[in-house]
């Protein structure tokens, strides 16, 4: 009897890893991804500029009329930088962010139908 109880909670607990795991999200463009309200965030420091990748159940967010504000916390430095509407649906900043390791990162961002969100990074 123990045996079949052991296999029953064995197969539960695969279950429901198994479906946690199909509803996770993963990082797309090798960023650092966060959800707020089931919405994808992605995070990515690129060699120009930083780029925030949004999605809503893998689907890309429109971001045509968004904008908003990315700051960067590194120790008692601290650095601002406006998000503009870029290319394949993101939100970009107008140069290189300094995304150091350890740096937190917090984007404020305003949708063009008046909804705003704030995103919270670390960058490890």
Do not use: M, W
């Given at each position: 009897m123990?045996?079949?109880?052991a296999i029953?909670?064995?197969?539960?607990?695969l279950a429901v890893c198994?479906?946690?795991l199909a509803h996770g999200a993963h990082a797309k463009h090798g960023g650092i991804l966060q959800s707020v309200d089931d919405v994808d965030f992605e995070l990515v420091n690129?060699?120009?500029?930083?780029?925030?990748?949004?999605s809503d159940?893998?689907?890309?967010?429109?971001?045509?009329?968004?904008?908003?504000?990315?700051?960067?916390?590194?120790?008692?430095?601290?650095?601002?930088?406006?998000?503009?509407?870029?290319?394949?649906?993101t939100l970009v900043t107008p140069g290189?962010?300094?995304?150091h390791k350890g740096a937190k990162?917090?984007?404020?961002?305003?949708?063009?139908?008046?909804?705003t969100l704030n995103v919270r990074f670390s960058v490890k």
């Open positions: 123990k045996k079949h109880y029953l909670g064995l197969c539960l607990s198994a479906q946690a690129g060699a120009e500029r930083a780029s925030l990748y949004i159940h893998g689907q890309p967010v429109s971001t045509a009329g968004a904008g908003g504000k990315l700051t960067i916390l590194n120790g008692s430095e601290k650095t601002e930088l406006l998000l503009a509407p870029g290319p394949d649906q290189k962010a300094p995304l990162a917090i984007a404020s961002i305003l949708f063009a139908d008046q909804r």
